[in-house]
């Protein structure tokens, strides 16, 4: 009878200590996610509110509110959403990119979602179907970046757009709009995505040169480059520093 009771006890501790352990780990991914939107400013990869940014917690997607500087972002202001965009968390309304979050994290293991107005990156998706092979960091991202053909923001649309144009990718560029990358962590997907907008930037200083055009990789050679990077680092998968 002692023992049944023990373990009862055990079991309502349990029970009472989770949404406590819950609670710390939301509003520690939320302080994640505001100080990765901030550093989308910090960095020119949005102007403004532009961006959006978003991090899963089990079941729960949090996301960075619509039309809120991130600046005044504060830990009461968490915005989170269930997998099929009903709202679980918070009084803020969500990004109007939202289904574009969703749907990654719906297909995908994604943990987390960066979308930037990065200048660069969003001069490449007007010019050309997916970015040339001007750096062999483009194997880190899966292969060739493809662009999303257009469709207006905030739409299903767009959103199917972007899946398909992430097919075996982990980032993209969206065609007159922007890019898009995932990864496992915010700071993955943050890198993807700076890494994306650099890549741009080079291609685009390179193809400026009156009379010269840049020399490309090839599909195989990034191929080749990916599978180093994947094993690249203290704990693999790093871009070489």
């Not at 915005?79 to 994290?105: C, F, K, N, Y």
């Not at 193809?207 to 080749?224: A, C, F, I």
Request: proline letters at 6%.
């Amino acid at each position: 009878m002692a023992e049944q009771r023990r373990d009862a006890r055990e079991v309502r501790d349990v029970g009472e200590s989770a949404p406590g352990a819950r609670e710390r780990e939301m509003a520690a991914a939320w302080g994640e996610l505001v100080a990765t939107a901030r550093r989308t400013v910090a960095d020119g990869l949005v102007v403004g509110t532009s961006g959006n940014v978003s991090v899963r917690v089990g079941d729960t997607v949090l996301v960075t509110p619509t039309g809120v500087p991130y600046d005044r972002l504060r830990p009461e202001d968490a915005v989170g959403v269930d997998l099929e965009g009903r709202q679980v968390l918070g009084s803020l309304v969500p990004t109007s990119e939202l289904p574009m979050h969703l749907a990654i994290h719906r297909a995908t293991d994604a943990r987390a979602v960066v979308h930037t107005h990065a200048a660069h990156a969003t001069a490449v998706s007007t010019l050309v179907p997916e970015l040339p092979l001007i750096h062999y960091m483009a194997g880190a991202l899966g292969g060739p970046v493809r662009v999303a053909p257009y469709a207006t923001y905030g739409t299903p649309e767009l959103a199917e757009n972007m899946l398909q144009a992430l097919t075996g990718r982990t980032a993209c560029l969206l065609q007159n709009h922007g890019t898009i990358a995932y990864g496992a962590s915010l700071s993955q997907a943050f890198d993807r995505t700076a890494q994306l907008e650099w890549m741009s930037r080079v291609w685009l200083l390179a193809s400026s040169v009156p009379g010269l055009s840049p020399t490309l990789l090839s599909p195989e050679q990034v191929g080749e480059a990916g599978e180093r990077l994947g094993r690249y680092g203290q704990g693999g998968g790093a871009a070489p520093r």
